[in-house]
């Protein structure tokens, strides 16, 4: 048994094998393309293209000579068999030459090069282009003679080199170019006899030595249609009889088809429409800043991430609006779902370094009852902060939300609130240890103490205690006793220090004579009365709907 599925396998594989030979050698049309090399003459002749070109603009640059298959560069459209059918860069401000290796692109269909700065001569190669069907190289800088070889291009209807600055005469083999409908030769210096037999709609106005004043016949215009000579009336009737029914037929078939092509056309846009929405195209914005920043374990976004995740910051995604700024919602490629906040007004924000800072604090905020910053993006237009989204929503939300929260509920709710503000008061208080030991180590005259031990002497104690008073005067507990950043730099440079100081050590002083035991000074009455505030409002919220 082993042995025959070992033969079964085996003529499997040697017919997979047989048959992909098979494939190669006669069905796939890339085995035409390769050269005894194996390089694909098509990217060969196009690499020539482009080297004899100047792309200021980089519209060529992903034009591989090492490529196997050109279908996916910029300007070319290929057929379903892989075969270049056009080249097209207008406008794309190109100079250089047209290099002759454009005669190797047998299957070439089209040629769109207008409006570009193109000098040198028209290469004579183009005449072997049997199947090209349009050409136009129009407002160049094209200089010699019009290609004789045009006319092999039995297939050719549109030309146009216009405004160029083409010489010597028009070629009379374009005149049996029976296929051709359209023919712009104008603003050239063109010279010598028109063909009398050109394209059905010409142009040669703009050449001085043909068209000098340009009221001539010859100039412009749409040749006549045959007139058709009838022997007798019968015939003349079923003529007129047979054209009519033709001129019916030819308006109904242009009728069905142009029916046919809309409706082709609106299935198109609705195919497209769905499937642009469902793969939005993001971009990144340039990010001047690209050194990482070393926060911990914050992670860095790029913009098109963000922008994929909240759908290109989606109205439909938006959970949350702010003074800083907006707040979306997102869902990262792994499935984990974020909120995005969009600051807004970042011109006024610092910068990319006023930022940073702001990251290392908000990093340094880590505590059970505060949401932790997940990551961060930054632009030179942008600044986005990414945290985990809470399915729950806000306290806020819920107490206002239907149904009714029983009194269970908010009592939890507010357990919960007073843990939380118990917990910041005790942080709050070793923040006031420190700042009683500052100020216990500045009357005390023992300043050296906070100087790091590796300075040893080398510091101005003078400049060490002055800087200390303008910290215990920034720290003030009341805000309106604190000075103004101006005030602060003055006192730093050595002007008003020594006033703002004693006067506030007057008023601690008054302070001190004027309060009684077992009473509490302003600042704690202020304090006190803050929190009684805060506490008040949030026990109304808790009590439910008024």
């Known amino acids: ?15 997979s094998s047989t048959f992909f030979f098979f494939y190669i050698c006669f069905l796939s049309p890339s085995s035409a393309e390769l050269t005894d090399k194996g390089v694909n003459f098509e990217v060969l002749a196009l690499i020539g293209i482009k080297s004899s070109l100047v792309d200021p603009h980089g519209v060529l640059k992903n034009w591989d000579d090492t490529a196997v298959d050109p279908c996916s560069w910029n300007m ?11 080249l097209g ?14 005669g190797n692109l047998t299957n070439l269909q089209t040629v769109l090069l207008q409006n570009n700065y193109i000098t040198g001569h028209i290469p004579h190669e183009i005449g072997k282009l049997m199947k090209l069907k349009t050409i136009d190289l129009s407002t160049n800088n094209f200089t010699g003679q019009i290609p004789f070889t045009l006319s092999h291009s039995t297939n050719l209807q549109y030309l146009r080199v216009n405004n160029n600055s083409l010489t010597g005469t028009i070629p009379s083999s374009l005149a049996n170019m029976t296929q051709l409908t359209f023919l712009d030769l104008s603003y050239n210096n063109l010279s010598g006899p028109v063909p009398r037999s050109l394209a059905k709609t010409f142009n040669v106005m703009g050449n001085p030595q043909i068209c000098p004043t340009g009221t001539e016949k010859d100039c412009n215009g749409t040749q006549p249609k045959p007139i058709s000579i009838t022997l007798n009336s019968s015939q003349n009737k079923s003529s007129d009889g047979g054209t009519k029914n033709r001129k019916i037929a030819v308006v109904f078939g242009v009728s069905l088809t142009c029916v046919c092509l809309l ?26 800043n690209k050194e990482e920043i070393c ?32 707040v979306y919602k997102g869902c990262l490629h792994d499935g984990s779902i974020i909120a995005v906040k969009r600051l807004k007004d970042i011109n006024n924000g610092g910068g990319e ?26 632009t030179s237009s942008e600044r986005l902060l990414v945290y985990p989204y809470m399915s729950n929503g806000s306290v806020a939300s819920r107490l206002k939300a239907k149904p009714v929260l029983d009194w269970g509920t908010r009592k939890r709710i507010a357990l919960g609130a007073g843990r939380g503000a118990l917990e910041f008061g005790k942080a709050a208080n070793q923040r006031g240890a420190i700042l009683d030991w500052v100020k216990k180590l ?19 104690r003078i400049e060490v205690e002055e800087m200390v008073q303008v910290a215990l005067l920034c720290t003030q507990y009341l805000p309106i006793h604190r000075p103004k950043m101006s005030e602060v730099v003055r006192m730093l440079e050595g002007d008003g220090l020594v006033e703002k100081w ?8 008054t302070n001190r004579s004027y309060s009684k035991p077992n009473e509490f000074s302003s600042s704690e009455r202020y304090s006190d009365l803050t929190d009684d505030s805060s506490v008040l409002v949030q026990a109304m919220e808790l009590s439910g709907p008024r």
Not at 76 to 86: A, E, Q
Not at 442 to 453: A, F, P, R, S, T
Not at 502 to 509: D, F, I, W, Y
Request: proline content about 1%; glycine content about 8%.
């Open 295 to 326: 926060l911990g374990n914050l992670r860095r976004f790029s913009f098109k991430e963000l922008q994929s995740a909240t759908s290109n910051f989606s109205s439909k995604n938006l959970v949350g609006k702010g003074g800083f700024g907006n």
């Open 263 to 288: 409706i082709i056309g609106f299935g198109f846009l609705l195919w497209w429409r769905r499937r642009h929405n469902k793969q939005v195209l993001f971009f990144d914005i340039n990010e001047q």
């Open 442 to 460: 500045q009357q005390e005259k023992k300043l050296e103490q906070i100087v790091d031990k590796d300075l040893k002497s080398n510091y101005d």
């Open 1 to 15: 048994m082993m042995q025959g599925r070992r033969e079964a396998k085996k003529s499997y594989v040697l017919f």
């Open 502 to 509: 004693e006067a506030s050590s007057q008023r601690a002083e």
């Open 76 to 86: 070319i459209t290929c057929s379903p068999d892989g075969f270049v059918l056009s």
């Open 89 to 102: 860069a207008p406008s794309q401000s190109l100079s250089g030459t047209l290099s002759s290796s454009i």
């Open 353 to 378: 370094i006023q930022f940073q800072t702001e990251l290392e604090m908000i990093s340094l905020a880590v505590h059970r009852n505060l949401l932790r910053l997940y990551g961060f993006c930054t």
